[in-house]
């Protein structure tokens, strides 16, 4: 039995099988078994059998940028140059037993911290039933589940503004499920949420709730994780849609609202006979928090639309991708000032896919409205994603 995490930086769906084309190879101190993944898409990296239904999955993964802005400069008439290692993150899950998995991901940002990003014991009983239990990452919206090293857009969309505790993880307990093709999808969960605190407005320590549902009309998602990308390989159309609510989130322990946010999301992706593919990605998302003014919590509606298309002729070691997103946040006066009024962002530019999604390089420009009373920010990124 394989663990169905549905590793979303996996590019195919087999997630609760094993692995094709295994190359075994003894290691004899150790008295384990190494097995080399190969897949048609992706280095998968090695498998560790340790015994009966009992095997340690490792991956690998990085994510730089070169960053320049215009006027970012000290002097303010010159372009900010900046290299940043935004994420390197290491993968380990498995098998702990019949019917039993776990998850272990740790990262560290670009602020030097070491982070543990998913720490996930896992009752995985049927296709319908899962049951996982730590820090993971709850029902949300597509974006969310595939970030950061896979959100379709070329950046994180800012519209996404639902509380979480660390890099939109929450500590809680979840029961997801989907049919054994992975068309219909269902998720719930209920977690800490906004902790209690002496004078923050979760006085009565109540929890956070989760959900999501989804449906895939053309061929099916297996997993929890949703694909970014399948690369041609599957003909993608998808429809889905979360919500998250919490009693006394927003506010001060004097002055204290609800939170209530929920989006819709839905995906199109068709591969041509000719190697070529298209790709179309839009949410819409709607937060509320009782006009309650709170530093860390937006009350508004946004949107994002995401559209690429992948070139069938290889160009050196890889493929052309052209991507176009843009991204509208229309934030009420209840947060603080930085975050208020109408933000917008385009970014324009190519993927160079070299492995897939996997290992590439975005290049990019953007244009951003942060809001009113601030600057329009200008800026070109070229940033390196290598997963392996």
Avoid: C
Avoid at 30 to 37: E, F, R, S
Wanted: charged share 25%; net charge negative.
């Amino acid at each position: 039995m394989k663990t169905k995490t549905g590793m979303r930086f996996l590019e195919d769906d087999r997630r609760s099988k094993q692995f094709s084309r295994p190359l075994t190879a003894t290691v004899g101190s150790l008295g384990l078994a190494l097995t080399v993944i190969a897949s048609p898409t992706v280095e998968a990296g090695p498998t560790i059998e340790m015994g009966p239904n009992q095997n340690m999955n490792l991956m690998f993964a990085f994510r730089g940028a070169f960053t320049a802005v215009e006027d970012g400069a000290p002097s303010g008439d010159d372009y900010s140059k900046d290299f940043t290692a935004e994420n390197t993150r290491l993968y380990i899950w498995g098998d702990a037993g019949e019917r039993l998995g776990y998850t272990f991901h740790v990262e560290r940002d670009a602020e030097g911290s070491l982070q543990i990003l998913d720490a996930i014991a896992q009752f995985e009983l049927s296709d319908p039933i899962n049951i996982w239990v730590g820090r993971f990452l709850p029902p949300s919206d597509r974006a969310n589940l595939a970030a950061p090293l896979f959100p379709v857009t070329f950046n994180f969309p800012a519209v996404h503004a639902f509380p979480s505790e660390f890099a939109g993880r929450v500590e809680g307990a979840m029961l997801w499920g989907s049919d054994s093709e992975g068309r219909g999808k269902y998720s719930v969960a209920v977690s800490d949420g906004i902790g209690s605190s002496s004078d923050g407005p979760n006085q009565r320590d109540r929890l956070m709730y989760s959900g999501r549902l989804e449906y895939n009309f053309w061929d099916g998602q297996p997993g929890y994780y949703p694909m970014a990308w399948y690369d041609g390989a599957k003909r993608i159309l998808a429809l889905g849609g979360s919500v998250r609510y919490q009693e006394n989130a927003a506010g001060t322990a004097d002055d204290s609202g609800d939170f209530l946010g929920w989006n819709v999301d839905f995906r199109i992706e068709y591969p041509f006979g000719d190697g070529s593919s298209f790709d179309f990605e839009a949410a819409y998302y709607d937060y509320d928090i009782d006009d309650i003014a709170d530093p860390n919590l937006i009350q508004g509606s946004g949107y994002y639309l995401s559209a690429g298309y992948k070139f069938p002729q290889k160009i050196g070691i890889g493929f052309v991708e052209p991507r176009i997103d843009y991204q509208n946040f229309d934030r009420s006066r209840t947060n603080v000032s930085e975050t208020r009024g109408t933000f917008d962002r385009l970014d324009v530019g190519f993927r160079y896919l070299i492995r897939g999604h996997n290992i590439r390089v975005d290049v990019f420009g953007s244009r951003e409205n942060p809001g009113p009373s601030q600057d329009r920010i200008n800026s070109f990124t070229t940033r390196v994603h290598f997963v392996f």
